[in-house]
């Protein structure tokens, strides 16, 4: 089941939170959506699930427009929402009844549905306790288990993993990844290795706009440009000469010696270049031992910096 | 119709769950039940087998009984983001607004109901005009139909319960006293709008045992339009600048 968003606009007074945002989500994608805080990442997801009418464009779910049927896109639609809000008055079996019940899921289909959440989200311990005596980490899975319930086409989790100890953290990665083979799920977070261990494609928007948008490899690749990488020489008589003769390879394009008298170089290629080989030959030419060479990765979070600050 | 069900279902549980409801049933009974039969104009007093001292009773009573009711329903899930859970699940905002309503009105519907023993010894000691007393009910029931509305809008507009107990006696005490008092000091179609928009008046003619359609259409549309404003409000965050 596809997600279609069209030119989404959300405007609160005079300020835009979400401007002029598309993109699509095909069954089976993972998406990841990334930005700082007030990025519009949750307006983007309030409006997905029908609580809040955007000022402009539209939001296609299967081909249902969010202005035609929003009680059939509901249905179709998981959603835990920021901040987790839930009934702390409920005991949890009774809340997941309620939400299958509200959410149309038949009668003698609901007590399996429970007993399957309850041993998915691991709240059997728990489960006749009131929501509101829980720990966070468990309200958490609560609201995991009441927006899975009805084993929804489309999973949309705000930042599904706060509060979460880092076992759980784990646990609740692997269980999206299970559901996103078969569903749609689109989740927000902060977290950056978050979205790169869990999500096919990630979306970066900052200040309403999508600045960004693919796996975490062409997202590299994009920001990285140039070959860089890391190594290390020993056996070597002067250190100059070293740098010389690495300068004198015609793919190179910068030599930085890293510290004084360790032999760790990093190295830039010239664009569209590799060294690697020149660096080893050039190694045996000299008879200098070749202790390390790592091509040197742009972490997600220097791509997320540059992408969302001015 | 059977999303309602299920909301109002819940609404009425979490009554019983956070002890409102024994309290509210408690006070309304002990306070109708000490007017009609121990002080003030009781039943002895009067000396006649009538219903009419705990209706007016009643009357009274209910007018703070219901807002302390309704002033969670909406209030609390605007506070504690609830909102946001339950309008995203497979329901359209009539139905949640219906199902608050229906359930404040089944415990009020409670309460009447064990009020029934008051009618039932009365009977037993005189002649008693049952019309008047179901009649009597009726008008309690259309009543606090009206004040749920209000109080469901008063809650639907904020996120504090404090306000919306507050701001839902004070519309209500319009309808209940201001108007009535205006009214007798004006002549001419003002006086009459506002004797006409007094609850007093058409409570009091339902009581008495006549039942005229324009007294019920009066207590629905307060109702009617008390709920319209309350889905307004909940769905505004939807409207389109």
């Known amino acids: 089941m596809s997600i279609i968003v069209e030119n989404l606009t959300k405007q609160y007074g005079p300020q835009k939170a979400v401007d002029d945002i598309s993109f699509k989500v095909n069954t089976g994608e993972i998406l990841g959506f990334l930005g700082p805080n007030g990025a519009g990442k949750t307006t983007t997801m309030k409006i997905i699930t029908c ?3 955007p ?10 427009s969010i202005y035609t049927n929003q009680e059939d896109i509901k249905k179709k639609i998981g959603y835990l929402p920021e901040n987790n809000p839930l009934y702390l008055d409920m005991p949890v079996l009774e809340y997941l009844d309620y939400v299958g019940e509200l959410q149309g899921i038949e009668k003698n289909k609901i007590q399996n549905r429970i007993v399957e959440m309850v041993h998915v989200c691991g709240l059997n311990d728990e489960k006749h306790k009131k929501i509101g005596e829980l720990s966070k980490g468990y309200r958490q899975r609560v609201g995991l288990a009441q927006a899975m319930i009805h084993d929804p086409e489309i999973l949309i989790l ?6 979460l100890d880092p076992n759980q953290i784990i646990e609740i990665r692997k269980l999206i990844r299970h559901i996103g083979k078969e569903k749609t799920v689109i989740l927000s977070t902060h977290i950056l290795p978050e979205v790169e261990a869990t999500c096919d494609r990630i979306l970066i928007i900052s200040k309403g706009k999508i600045v960004a948008d693919g796996t975490s490899e062409t997202l590299r690749k994009q920001a990285q440009g140039n070959e860089m990488l890391r190594i290390e020489i020993q056996d070597y008589d002067s250190k100059d000469r070293v740098i010389s003769e690495l300068q004198r390879i015609e793919t190179i394009q910068m030599v930085d010696p890293v510290k004084d008298g360790s032999g760790i170089f990093t190295l830039q290629s010239k664009p569209g270049a590799s ?19 790592t091509p040197v990765e742009t972490k997600l979070e220097d791509i997320f910096r540059e992408l969302t600050t001015e | 119709m059977r999303k309602i069900w299920i909301i109002s279902l819940r609404e009425f549980r979490s009554f019983f769950d956070s ?9 309304f009974l002990g306070l109708s039940g000490f007017f009609t039969w121990l002080s003030g104009s009781d039943i002895f007093f009067i000396g006649q087998a009538s219903l009419q001292p705990f209706f007016s009773v009643a009357y009274w009573t209910l007018f703070f009984f219901t807002p302390a009711l309704t002033m969670r329903t909406l209030a609390e899930e605007n506070k504690t983001g609830t909102i946001e859970l339950l309008l995203t699940k497979a ?23 064990l009020t029934l023993p008051y009618y039932i010894s009365i009977w037993a000691m005189g002649p008693i005009d049952h019309g008047a007393v179901w009649c009597g009910y009726l008008g309690l029931i259309l009543m606090s139909m009206s004040f749920i509305g209000i109080g469901l809008f008063a809650s639907s507009i904020t996120s504090n319960q404090i306000v919306a107990f507050l701001l839902s006696l004070f519309i209500g005490v319009f309808f209940l006293i201001i108007f009535n008092v205006l009214a007798s000091n004006l002549t001419g179609f003002l006086g009459e709008l506002l004797s006409f928009l007094s609850l007093s008046t058409h409570f009091d003619s339902i009581s008495r045992g006549v039942v005229d359609s324009r007294d019920v259409i009066f207590f629905l549309s307060i109702t ?5 404003l309350a889905e307004a409000s909940l769905s505004k965050r939807n409207i389109v600048e």
């Open chain 1, 158 to 163: 705000d930042e599904p993993t706060t509060g």
């Open chain 1, 55 to 64: 000022t402009n464009g539209d939001v296609k779910v299967n081909d249902t």
């Open chain 1, 51 to 53: 609580f809040m009418a």
């Open chain 2, 19 to 27: 002890l409102t409801a024994y309290i509210l049933i408690v006070a």
């Open chain 2, 224 to 228: 009617v339009l008390g709920l319209i």
């Open chain 1, 275 to 293: 060294s690697r080989r020149n660096i080893f030959n050039l190694c045996v030419q000299n008879k200098w031992f070749l202790a390390e060479m």
């Open chain 2, 91 to 113: 329901v359209s905002d009539w139905d949640v607004i219906l199902g608050k309503f229906l359930a404040c009105l089944m415990l009020i519907g409670i309460a009447l109901l």
